[in-house]
C-alpha cells in the first residue's frame, strides 16, 4: 500500500522522537550507558601510588564519600599490600590521591603499636572502606615473610578521619579478610548510626591445604554501632555466604573469593568466585540470619578469567577486572557479558596479576590500580 508522503515522514519524524524518547529513559533509568557507549576507551595514568616508605603493590581502592579530617570527598583512599621488598602481607601504608593527581600519605600502620589483637601483623588487603562519619576501616593479612606458609588470621583494623589507629575487629571467623563493601547509614551529627560490613575471608584452610583447592571461602556480615563521636563496635557476625572455593598461589599468596558489591537496592551481593570464573550473588544480605552458601550464579565462563575487584557501575551493571589478563568486564545483574576492555598487557602472561580495586566515578571514568606499574589510572 502507498502512503502518502507527507503521513510518511510525520510516522518517520514520530518513530523517530519515540525511539529518542526511549533511548533517554534507558540512560535516566540506569544513570548511564554501558561502558562501550559512555566511554572513549582510553586509559591515562592519575599518580603514582608509591609513598615515602617504598610500599607496592596497590589493591584497595574506596572512592571517599565525605570530607572529614584529613579525608577528602572524592578523592580516592588506596591500600597497599606489598612492603618496599616486595613482600606479599607486608604493607603498612594508605595514600590519598584526588582526581588530580594531588598526592599524600593518609596513614602508616605500625603493627607494634596497634590497639588491640591482629593474629599475624599488618599487610593491608583490598578490603577497605571508608564511612560517611569519617571512620577508615581495612583488613589485614599479614605474612612474616611474603610468603603463604607464614599467613595468619589477620583482622580488621580502624582507623580515624586523621588516620590514627584506634581499634581491631577480630574474631575467630575472620580469617584473611580479603575484600569488603559496606551499606553505610552514619555521618549525620547527633545521630547514632549503623554500618553492615560485607567481608570475603580466604584463609579458611588454605594454608593447610598447601595449594590444594579447600571449599571453605566465606562472606562475613558485620553489622557495627557507631555512635556520634565514639568508635564502631561490634553488633553482630553472621556468615551470609560458605563453601567458596581457595587455595594458596605462590604468585598471588592466596586466590578466592573476592571483589564483593552491593545492587542499588541492596537486597543482593554480588561476589567475584575468582577460582571458578564466576559472578555469585547472594540475596537479602543485609538482612539474611543463614548462609546462602555459594549463591546463585549470575554469570560464569566467558570473559572472566579470574575475576578479583568489583564494583558497581553507574547504570547497575557489575563491573569486574581479571587476575590472570588485565581485562575489565562489564556484566549485567541478568548476567550477560556485555563489554570488556583491556587494561594492562605488561607481564607474562600479559595483564596477569595487574589488577585489583576499582570504582565508577560519575563524570570522570572507571578508576583502578594497577599492581604491575604502581599507579592508579583512569579508564574513560
Known amino acids: 500500500m502507498n502512503v502518502p508522503q507527507i503521513r510518511l515522514h510525520t510516522m518517520i519524524r514520530a518513530a523517530t522522537m519515540l525511539a529518542s524518547v526511549v533511548a533517554i529513559s534507558a540512560v535516566a533509568a540506569h544513570g548511564r550507558q554501558n561502558l562501550s557507549q559512555s566511554l572513549s576507551g582510553s586509559v591515562s595514568t592519575i599518580s603514582s601510588t608509591v609513598p615515602g616508605n617504598g610500599d607496592v603493590?596497590?589493591?584497595?581502592?574506596?572512592?571517599?564519600?565525605?570530607?572529614?579530617?584529613?579525608?577528602?570527598?572524592?578523592?580516592i583512599l588506596i591500600?597497599?599490600?606489598?612492603?618496599?621488598?616486595?613482600?606479599?602481607?607486608?604493607?603498612?601504608?594508605?595514600?590519598?590521591?584526588?582526581?588530580?593527581g594531588a598526592f599524600s600519605l593518609f596513614a602508616q600502620v605500625d603493627a607494634n603499636t596497634l590497639p588491640g589483637a591482629c593474629p599475624g601483623g599488618v599487610g593491608l588487603t583490598t578490603a577497605l572502606v571508608v564511612l560517611r562519619s569519617g571512620w577508615v576501616i581495612v583488613g589485614s593479612l599479614p605474612t612474616s615473610d611474603g610468603s603463604s606458609g607464614t599467613a595468619q588470621a589477620g583482622c580488621l583494623i580502624v582507623l580515624d578521619s586523621l588516620g590514627n589507629v584506634v581499634e581491631t575487629i577480630t574474631d575467630s571467623q575472620i580469617n584473611g579478610p580479603w575484600d569488603m563493601t559496606v551499606f553505610d547509614e552514619t555521618g549525620d551529627k547527633g545521630i547514632p548510626g549503623r554500618a553492615a560490613l560485607l567481608v570475603t575471608n580466604v584463609l579458611n584452610g588454605t594454608v593447610a591445604g598447601g595449594g590444594n583447592v579447600v571449599n571453605e571461602g566465606t562472606v562475613l556480615r558485620i553489622n557495627l554501632r557507631v555512635p556520634f563521636g565514639s568508635m564502631p563496635s561490634v553488633v553482630s557476625i553472621t556468615v551470609i555466604g560458605s563453601g567458596f572455593s581457595e587455595r594458596t598461589d605462590p604468585a598471588a599468596l592466596v586466590i578466592g573469593p573476592t571483589g564483593l558489591t552491593l545492587n542499588k537496592n541492596h537486597k543482593t551481593l554480588y561476589v567475584a568466585d575468582s577460582l571458578n570464573n564466576r559472578i555469585a550473588a547472594i540475596d537479602d544480605p543485609l538482612t539474611r540470619a543463614s548462609s546462602d552458601n555459594m549463591g546463585t550464579t549470575v554469570s560464569s565462563g566467558g570473559s572472566p578469567n579470574d575475576p578479583l575487584g568489583m564494583t558497581l557501575a553507574i547504570?547497575?551493571?557489575?563491573?569486574?577486572?581479571?587476575?590472570?589478563?588485565?581485562?575489565?568486564?562489564?556484566?549485567?545483574?541478568?548476567?550477560?557479558?556485555?563489554?570488556?576492555?583491556?587494561?594492562d598487557n605488561t607481564g607474562s602472561p600479559p595483564g596477569s596479576g595487574a589488577l585489583f580495586g576499582l570504582t565508577d566515578v560519575p563524570g570522570l571514568g572507571v578508576v583502578f590500580v594497577d599492581d604491575a606499574t604502581n599507579t592508579l589510572n583512569l579508564f574513560r
Open 79 to 100: 591500600s597497599n599490600f606489598n612492603n618496599s621488598a616486595n613482600l606479599q602481607g607486608t604493607g603498612t601504608t594508605l595514600v590519598q590521591i584526588a582526581p588530580n
Open 315 to 343: 547504570n547497575g551493571d557489575i563491573l569486574t577486572v581479571n587476575g590472570d589478563d588485565g581485562f575489565l568486564v562489564e556484566t549485567t545483574p541478568g548476567g550477560a557479558q556485555i563489554f570488556k576492555v583491556l587494561l
Open 57 to 75: 603493590n596497590p589493591y584497595g581502592v574506596f572512592r571517599i564519600p565525605r570530607s572529614v579530617g584529613k579525608l577528602v570527598r572524592g578523592s
